[in-house]
T-cell receptor, first 111, second 113 residues
Framework: AQRVTQPEKLLSVFKGAPVELKCNYSYSGSPELFWYVQYSRQRLQLLLRHISRESIKGFTADLNKGETSFHLKKPFAQEEDSAMYYCALPAGGTSYGKLTFGQGTILTVHP | ETGVTQSPTHLIKTRGQQVTLRCSSQ?????VSWYQQALGQGPQFIFQYYREEENGRGNFPPRFSGLQFPNYSSELNVNALELDDSALYLCASSLEPGAYEQYFGPGTRLTVT
């Protein structure tokens, strides 16, 4: 069965420091992967998808098939990045509306 | 453009009862997915509806059922409620089953006592 693991429930950094939120997945094949974010008192929303190779709000994520990882990175964290982050894998690798989510990582960026 | 709405916001039920949760999809979206989010966990896929038919199901028992209406709104029904059904239930809509971006509603908090 496919699975997504986010090993850190909590992550704290200071403003301006680099941040990396870890995500590992189990799936045999070439999946698409996503990062979703939920800011305080807001809805869950898409942050980025690996296939677009975009940098959204300064975040990037690279799919490493060898390590089955899709870590989210930002070189200089900002206070407004404080939120809950979820890594997500579509069912069968590409069924986008049927997502398997990790447990989430709460990122806190201190001033 | 109206976003995804869900009702009610909160509700409390007793074990063994039945509950119906409602979701209105974002304007123009014909696909609705439902997720269960237990406390401290990520959302877990329940099922998806497209063109009023179930279009995929996660690992949930048959007492979890759904409907989609011609206007693309959807209901999630849970029979014979159990204490473990206490969770936040999220609805997400998309332009079509193949669209990669899901638009989530605010959720319905269900407490089973």
């Amino acid at each position: 069965a496919q699975r997504v693991t986010q090993p850190e429930k909590l992550l704290s950094v200071f403003k301006g420091a680099p941040v990396e939120l870890k995500c590992n997945y189990s799936y045999s094949g070439s999946p698409e992967l996503f990062w979703y974010v939920q800011y305080s008192r807001q809805r869950l929303q898409l942050l980025l998808r690996h296939i677009s190779r975009e940098s959204i709000k300064g975040f990037t994520a690279d799919l490493n098939k060898g390590e089955t990882s899709f870590h989210l990175k930002k070189p200089f964290a900002q206070e407004e990045d404080s939120a809950m982050y979820y890594c997500a894998l579509p069912a069968g690798g590409t069924s986008y509306g049927k997502l398997t989510f990790g447990q989430g990582t709460i990122l806190t960026v201190h001033p | 453009e109206t976003g995804v709405t869900q009702s009610p916001t909160h509700l409390i039920k007793t074990r063994g009862q039945q509950v119906t949760l409602r979701c209105s999809s974002q304007s123009g979206h014909n696909t609705v997915s439902w997720y269960q989010q237990a406390l401290g966990q990520g959302p877990q896929f329940i099922f998806q509806y497209y063109r009023e038919e179930e279009n995929g199901r996660g690992n949930f028992p048959p007492r979890f059922s759904g409907l989609q209406f011609p206007n693309y709104s959807s209901e999630l029904n849970v029979n014979a409620l159990e204490l473990d059904d206490s969770a936040l239930y999220l609805c997400a809509s998309s332009l079509e089953p193949g669209a990669y971006e899901q638009y989530f509603g605010p959720g319905t908090r269900l407490t089973v006592t």
